[in-house]
C-alpha cells in the first residue's frame, strides 16, 4: 500500500497544532466577530449586506488567510483557515459563506489552477478586499449534477463569447471577479471533455446582475443571477486548459464543502451556548429548564454533534492540505503542471480522492448536524425562537440551506457509497 495512503490513517502523524503567530490570528478574528455581531444581527433583520465584513476581516488579513505570501496573502495552511472559518460560523452561516464564496470556491481555485500571470494579476487584489469573488457554476437546471450545465461559450480566435445563465451564486450581486464554466458550442460530441472555466471580471460587457430575493434564510448573503449575453473573456482569462472545467469545479466543490462542514461547528457551538444560558434562567413546572431530562438530552446532543463533526472535518483538512502541498511541489518541478491533474497521475489521484471523500463526510455529517442542533435549540428556547431576532431562530433557517448547497446531503451519501463500491456502482 502506498506509504502516503497509510499515513491518513496513522493518527500518530496527524497534528491539530497551530503557531503562537497563527493563534493570535485567531483571536482577531474572535474579536472582529464580536466587535461586529449586533451590527451583523441588524443588518439579518433589514435583509442586507453587511458592508463591515470586508473591511474589518481586511485589517487582518483574513481576505487571503489561506494565499502564498507572494500573492498578498497570510499563507497559512488550511487547518488555520478552517479554524478561522469556524469561528466565524457562530456569527452564522451568512457570514461565512460570503468566505466560502470568495476564499473557499474563489481565491483558492486560482491559487491551485490559475497560471502564474492570472495569480500575480488577479490574486492580490483579492487578499486586500479591492477585489471579491464569486463562483458561478450553478445554474437552474444543473444544481448537484454540475456536468449537465447548458452554458456555452464559442471560441473566435483572440477571445471568447460566453453565453447562458447561472443562479445562485453568493457574493454574485456585488462581486468584481468570478469563475465560471461552460460548455463548448459544438456537436463535438466529447461530453464532459468540452467544459471549460473561465476568468470574468463582473464589469465585463455582456454581464447583467440580478439579486435573488425573498429567501428562507441567508440573509445577508447576497446571491445572484447571473446572464451572460454574447459575454466577451479574452483568451488569456481560460483558467487551466481547454476542458479541464469540470475538474476544476470539482476540486472547488471540495474546498467549499470543507469550508461549509467548519462553520457548521461554529452554528452548533453557538446554538450550545445559547442553550445552555437560557436553560438555566428559564423557569417552567418549578424548576428550571436545566434540570428537566428532555432539555438536558438536546443539550447533550447538540454537543455530541458539535464534538463528531470537529474530529472529522479537521482530519478533512489535514487531507486537503496533502492535497495542496503535492501539487504545489509538482508546479515547482514541472512547467506541464496542469496536464498531471488527472487521474492517470496516480499519486494526484489518490491524494485527491481521499481530499474529496473526507470533506464529502465532514460536509454531509456537519450540516445535517447543524441543522439538527439548531432545531433541537430553538425547541429549548420554545415561542421565543420563533421569531428572527433570536440567534437559533436565524441558524434554524440558514441550516436548512447548507444541507442543500455544495451537493445536497442525498447526493453526497451515495458519493460516499461510490466512492466505497466502485464507479461500476455509481447511482446518480
Known amino acids: 500500500m502506498d506509504k502516503n495512503f ?20 485567531l483571536e482577531g478574528v474572535d474579536h472582529i466577530c464580536k466587535s461586529i455581531r449586533s451590527y451583523e444581527e441588524k443588518c ?32 497559512y495552511d488550511i487547518l488555520t483557515y ?18 466560502s464564496a470568495h476564499t473557499s470556491i474563489g481565491q483558492m481555485i486560482l491559487q491551485g489552477w ?7 494579476e488577479y490574486l492580490p487584489k483579492t487578499c486586500d478586499g479591492k477585489s471579491i469573488m464569486a463562483f458561478a457554476l450553478t445554474e437552474p437546471l444543473a444544481g448537484s449534477d454540475p456536468s449537465s450545465i447548458i452554458t456555452k461559450f464559442e471560441d473566435k480566435g483572440d477571445h471568447y463569447i460566453l453565453k447562458g445563465k447561472k443562479h445562485w451564486i ?55 443571477e447571473v446572464h451572460f449575453d454574447n459575454c466577451i473573456v479574452p483568451k488569456k482569462n481560460l483558467l487551466g486548459q481547454k476542458g479541464q472545467g469540470l475538474n476544476i469545479a470539482y476540486s472547488a466543490l471540495i474546498d467549499g464543502r470543507l469550508s461549509v462542514a467548519a462553520g457548521a461547528i461554529g452554528v452548533m457551538m453557538d446554538c450550545l451556548n445559547e442553550s445552555v444560558v437560557y436553560s438555566k434562567i428559564r423557569e417552567q413546572h418549578g424548576s428550571l429548564l436545566a ?48 496536464s498531471k491533474l488527472s487521474r492517470s497521475n496516480i499519486e494526484y489521484s489518490m ?15 456537519a450540516s445535517n448536524s447543524a441543522f439538527d442542533s439548531a432545531n433541537r435549540a430553538v425547541q429549548i428556547f420554545g415561542s421565543v425562537a420563533y421569531r428572527k431576532t433570536n440567534r437559533v431562530a436565524r441558524h434554524f433557517l440558514d441550516s436548512r440551506a447548507i444541507i442543500i448547497y455544495e451537493g445536497t446531503n ?19
Open 114 to 120: 490559475a497560471n502564474e500571470e492570472q495569480k500575480k
Open 351 to 365: 491524494l485527491r480522492n481521499e481530499a474529496d471523500r473526507f470533506a464529502t463526510m465532514a460536509k454531509f455529517h
Open 170 to 224: 453568493g457574493n454574485g450581486t456585488f462581486a468584481n471577479l468570478m469563475t465560471t464554466y461552460a460548455k463548448e458550442d459544438s456537436d463535438s460530441g466529447s461530453g464532459n471533455r468540452n467544459v471549460s472555466a473561465f476568468i470574468v471580471n463582473g464589469d465585463s460587457a455582456g454581464v447583467k446582475i440580478e439579486e435573488m430575493k425573498d429567501k428562507l434564510g441567508l440573509l445577508t448573503v447576497k446571491n445572484a
Open 410 to 428: 442525498e447526493v453526497l451519501e451515495l458519493k460516499v457509497a461510490s466512492q466505497i463500491l466502485g464507479e461500476d456502482y455509481r447511482a446518480y
Open 44 to 75: 439579518y433583520l433589514e435583509e442586507r449586506l453587511n458592508e463591515k465584513v470586508i473591511p474589518e476581516f481586511g485589517k487582518i488579513g483574513m481576505l487571503g488567510c489561506p494565499i502564498s505570501r507572494k500573492y498578498g496573502g497570510l499563507g
Open 82 to 99: 478552517i479554524l478561522a472559518i469556524e469561528r466565524i460560523g457562530k456569527e452564522g452561516s451568512s457570514m461565512r459563506t460570503f468566505f
Open 291 to 338: 434540570k428537566k431530562q428532555l432539555i438536558q438530552e438536546h443539550i447533550a446532543r447538540i454537543a455530541i454533534n458539535i464534538e463528531s463533526s470537529r474530529w472529522l472535518v479537521y482530519r478533512a483538512a489535514l487531507a486537503r492540505q496533502k492535497l495542496h502541498d503535492y501539487v504545489e511541489k509538482l508546479k515547482e518541478v514541472d512547467d506541464q503542471w496542469q
Open 6 to 25: 497509510v499515513s491518513y490513517y496513522n493518527f500518530s502523524k496527524m497534528s491539530f497544532d497551530i503557531s503562537k503567530e497563527q493563534e493570535i490570528f
